[in-house]
Structure formats: structure tokens, C-alpha cells
């Protein structure tokens, strides 16, 4: 009784921190934390009760997805299904919504590890090596969607092989031309790889990763201005001109961690560039890996920070008003042609929690690399805005934090979440969002789980969904690696 009463002193101490928040109401000089006399060792208590729940909630989200929405021999996975028809929709998933999958592996393998570090060993023993292998089955089947075209960029022409949108009936087949492929879905990847790296320490997952870092990266325009700078920016795939938070934001986490693999090291890579003398001739160089990923992880926060970063202090969603228009352009350069810059004019489209919550974990990496305090002021002001612009407190259940679940929004919304949590250290007040977070899920699991499904609404239930296509595979997958996020941060508080 004691652990769950001290668990109710910390869910009204926080709600109570997001509550002045959200009203403008600073709260820095008011942390309202239980005395350490009081709480003591029950605090350690509370939390390992609440991660270890989190972890196996998260466990059986990702288990009954991969039953209902999966085949069993060649990993297909389909977008939808209803836990009330028990009918799953024809329709294949999108790489990037199979690679919300590969996600949520992810973040429960790294729970159980940090679960097996805090002495709570049950569930890394029933579960570590069987997520291990259902990592390497995502993977090995995510060939289904790779396929291979050469592409003419900023600096050179090349023969890539990278993820097609669509999945298709043959490993390696697919069609990526054009923009069939887009490039944050290779981020996504790279992103997921990574961590899969650090997690196994599988040198083909750090080798897949790189390979792809190398394909975003020569889509970043290294043209010059009239001022003589790089115009810079990553346009949303090799068939598009427009350049979008989505396809910058969230490259900047993994290129940080590259950094950190190769630091003090001597591993080379080359960069490609143009002579900012004459402003056309393309150049190449050999540089050091760990030098070369940290400048292009400052590079590319730079761009989006000065050129998406809104009144409302949150992230819009792409640069656009191509001119003359958003067909993509040529130039030949000392005859050999090359992909010119298409300027764009305008700030548009919606804030979404996504684009915030990338740039909220870059913040958080760029400042553990590198000490630069501005990255951690960025962290907190972002942290601190996206919170009350995304976030209305009782709009559908009293006591609670709404966020928007139409779209994609619910995925979205997880990333916000995982920048909260990696930028915790840099903000007192990102416990009381999170805490938001943890009551949602499980306001939703509690109450509207149906057959291990929840809702795309975790606060209003399942609505027309009962009747029509079910849920996003993706939300199931979503949920899942908050739960596991959430568990990984309360083993940290138990510390």
C-alpha cells in the first residue's frame, strides 16, 4: 500500500508541474518533489513496480501485432486490423510503418537490459533472446521493400540500393525510382540500425547504417548561395524539391552516435563538395569519420533550427514555394551533369509533435557531444513550448493531457514522447510530460483493451473504429515502444 500511495504523490506532483506549465506559469522555482524522508526507499519500490508493467505491456503489444498483422513465414505485414471482426486489411504496409516495428524491438530490448542492470532479471530472461532473433527477421524480411537505381545528385551519379515506399513480392525487386523512395524512410532506418547496433553489437547493422547515411547525405544540397554558403537542406526523397523537417530532423540523433562510434579513431570516409571558389566544380576529400558526422549533424540542425523553427517556437513542416516551380532541375558542369538548386521561398504546413520531438533528441545528443550550452537552452525552450502547443489538458478526460490522433499523429506523437525522454536530464519539467504520456496509455489499456488492441484514441475509446478497418498497425507498434521508453526512464528515476 505504501508503494502505490507514493506513486499517487508523484502522478499529483507532476500533473500539477505540466498544469502551470501549460498555463504559462513558471514552476522552476517551484519542483515540488516528495521529501526524500518521506519517499525513501519506497520511490525505488514504486518505480521498478511501474517500469517492470510498462515493459511487459510493452512486450504484449508488439507479441499480438506480430500474431494478427504478420506473416509468419515472410514477415508481410498488414496496415490494419479489427480486434472486433478479427479481420486484417488486405493492404500491405509502408516500409516506414513495418520500421515502427523494428522500433519497438528495439526500445524493449534496450528496457530489458536496462531491467537486468537494475536486478529485475525475470523478464530479460523469458524474453532478451527471442526479441534478438525477431530483430534479425525484421530486418532479413525488410528486403522485400530494397531495390537499386542510379540517381544524379548535388556532387555525383551513383547506383544506390535503399527502401522502396511499397513492399513487393520479391526480395531486392522493388521499384525506388522517382519517389518511390523516400529519404526519411531511410533515417528511420539508419536511426533503428544504430540502435540495433548498440543494443547487439551486430557490425552488419553498423555497416547497413552507414551505407544508408552515406545515400541521405548526398541528397543534402551542397550548392552555394549569394553569400557564398551551402544552400543546404535534405528534400523529402530524390524526386522531390521541397525540403522537409521530416527528412532532416531525424538524421541528426544518428549522425551524433556515429560520431561517437568512431571518436578517436582514425577511420576515414570521403565528403563531397563544391569549390566555394568558383561555386561549380565538384570536389571530393578524406576526412576523419568522427569529425565528419558530427559536422553534418551540426549541419543539418542549423538548417531546420533557422529555417523551420515557428512563431510558436515549434517546428512547421517543410520549406516549399519552389521557384520557378518544384520540378526538379539540371546543370551541367564542366560537362557532366549534375542536380541544381531549386530555391524555395516559404515556411509551410503543420507543426507536427514529430518534427519537434527529432529536434528535441538532437538537442540532447548535440549537447552531450559537444557541451555546447545552446543546445541544451534549445532543449529546454522546445521542450518547454511543445508541450503547450501540442498538449489540452481535459478536452476528453479530466485530469488528462489530449494530443491529436488523426493522421499519423499517434506514431508522431511517440517520437515527442522519446524527445522528452533524452532530454530529461537537460529539463526537470519533462518528467511531468512524460507522466502525461504514462497516464494516457494507461488510461487506454485499462479500459478499452480489446483482445490486446488498443485504440487510436486512448482517451474516447474505440468509436467508428469498432466497426470499420481497426487500428494502425503502427499505433500498436507506437504504443509499444512508449510503454517501453517510459519503463526505461522509470529504472533510470529509480537510480
Given at each position: 500500500?505504501?508503494?502505490?500511495?507514493?506513486?499517487?504523490?508523484?502522478?499529483?506532483?507532476?500533473?500539477?508541474?505540466?498544469?502551470?506549465?501549460?498555463?504559462?506559469?513558471?514552476?522552476?522555482?517551484?519542483?515540488?518533489?516528495?521529501?526524500?524522508?518521506?519517499?525513501?526507499?519506497?520511490?525505488?519500490?514504486?518505480?521498478?513496480?511501474?517500469?517492470?508493467?510498462?515493459?511487459?505491456?510493452?512486450?504484449?503489444?508488439?507479441?499480438?501485432?506480430?500474431?494478427?498483422?504478420?506473416?509468419?513465414?515472410?514477415?508481410?505485414?498488414?496496415?490494419?486490423?479489427?480486434?472486433?471482426?478479427?479481420?486484417?486489411?488486405?493492404?500491405?504496409?509502408?516500409?516506414?510503418?513495418?520500421?515502427a516495428g523494428i522500433e519497438a524491438v528495439n526500445a524493449i530490448l534496450v528496457g530489458l537490459q536496462k531491467a537486468k542492470q537494475a536486478n529485475e532479471t525475470t523478464l530479460y530472461d523469458q524474453h532478451y533472446q527471442r526479441y534478438v532473433q525477431l530483430l534479425d527477421n525484421l530486418y532479413n524480411n525488410a528486403d522485400y521493400y530494397l531495390g537499386t537505381f542510379e540517381l544524379v545528385s548535388y556532387t555525383q551519379t551513383r547506383e544506390w540500393s535503399v527502401y522502396a515506399v511499397d513492399r513487393?513480392?520479391?526480395?531486392?525487386?522493388?521499384?525506388v525510382t522517382g519517389v518511390l523512395n523516400v529519404y526519411d524512410d531511410q533515417m528511420w532506418l539508419v536511426r533503428e540500425l544504430l540502435e540495433s547496433y548498440k543494443i547487439t553489437g551486430n557490425e552488419a547493422y553498423l555497416q547497413k547504417a552507414e551505407y544508408l547515411t552515406e545515400y541521405v547525405l548526398d541528397g543534402w544540397d551542397t550548392t552555394i548561395d549569394e553569400q557564398g554558403n551551402e544552400n543546404g537542406g535534405i528534400p523529402w526523397g530524390p524526386g522531390y524539391t521541397s525540403k522537409h523537417a521530416c527528412s532532416n530532423g531525424p538524421l541528426i540523433s544518428p549522425l551524433v552516435w556515429l560520431h561517437e562510434i568512431y571518436k578517436s579513431k582514425s577511420e576515414q570516409i570521403e565528403q563531397r563538395y563544391i569549390d566555394p571558389k568558383d561555386q561549380q566544380t565538384r570536389l571530393i576529400k578524406s576526412v576523419d569519420k568522427e569529425a565528419y558526422y558530427l559536422e553534418y549533424a551540426k549541419k543539418v540542425y542549423e538548417w531546420q533550427k533557422s529555417h523551420l523553427l515557428n512563431s510558436d517556437g515549434v517546428y512547421s513542416d517543410m520549406m516549399g514555394g519552389c521557384v520557378p516551380n518544384c520540378d526538379?532541375?539540371?546543370?551541367?558542369?564542366?560537362?557532366?551533369?549534375?542536380?541544381?538548386?531549386?530555391?524555395?521561398?516559404?515556411?509551410?504546413?503543420?507543426?507536427?509533435?514529430?518534427?519537434s520531438g527529432t529536434m528535441l533528441s538532437g538537442a540532447a545528443d548535440l549537447y552531450r557531444?559537444?557541451?555546447?550550452?545552446?543546445?541544451?537552452?534549445?532543449?529546454?525552450?522546445?521542450?518547454?513550448?511543445?508541450?503547450?502547443?501540442?498538449?489540452?489538458?481535459?478536452?476528453?478526460?479530466?485530469?488528462?493531457?489530449?494530443?491529436?490522433t488523426n493522421g499519423f499523429k499517434n506514431w508522431f506523437n511517440g517520437i515527442l514522447l522519446r524527445g522528452y525522454k533524452e532530454s530529461a536530464a537537460l529539463y526537470t519539467q519533462n518528467d511531468a510530460y512524460l507522466m502525461a504520456f504514462q497516464r494516457n496509455l494507461d488510461y487506454g489499456f485499462e479500459r478499452y483493451n480489446q483482445e490486446g488492441y488498443l485504440p487510436t484514441n486512448l482517451l474516447t475509446g474505440w468509436g467508428d473504429e469498432r466497426d470499420g478497418q481497426g487500428v494502425e498497425g503502427m499505433f500498436m507498434f507506437a504504443y509499444s515502444a512508449q510503454y517501453a521508453l517510459l519503463s526505461e526512464h522509470h529504472l533510470a528515476a529509480k537510480k
Open positions: 500500500m505504501q508503494s502505490n500511495r507514493i506513486v499517487q504523490v508523484v502522478i499529483r506532483t507532476t500533473l500539477m508541474s505540466a498544469m502551470m506549465s501549460s498555463s504559462g506559469i513558471s514552476s522552476c522555482s517551484q519542483n515540488i518533489a516528495p521529501p526524500v524522508e518521506e519517499v525513501g526507499e519506497a520511490v525505488d519500490d514504486a518505480e521498478s513496480e511501474i517500469a517492470l508493467r510498462n515493459l511487459e505491456r510493452s512486450i504484449a503489444l508488439v507479441d499480438i501485432t506480430i500474431q494478427k498483422q504478420f506473416d509468419p513465414q515472410t514477415f508481410e505485414m498488414r496496415r490494419f486490423y479489427n480486434p472486433f471482426t478479427q479481420v486484417k486489411s488486405e493492404e500491405r504496409a509502408s516500409v516506414w510503418m513495418y520500421t513487393v513480392g520479391q526480395k531486392g525487386q522493388a521499384n526538379i532541375q539540371y546543370e551541367i558542369i564542366n560537362g557532366v551533369r549534375y542536380r541544381a538548386n531549386t530555391p524555395l521561398r516559404d515556411a509551410v504546413g503543420e507543426a507536427f509533435t514529430y518534427n557531444a559537444t557541451k555546447d550550452e545552446s543546445y541544451a537552452r534549445d532543449a529546454r525552450e522546445l521542450a518547454q513550448k511543445s508541450f503547450v502547443r501540442f498538449a489540452t489538458l481535459g478536452q476528453d478526460v479530466p485530469q488528462h493531457y489530449t494530443f491529436g
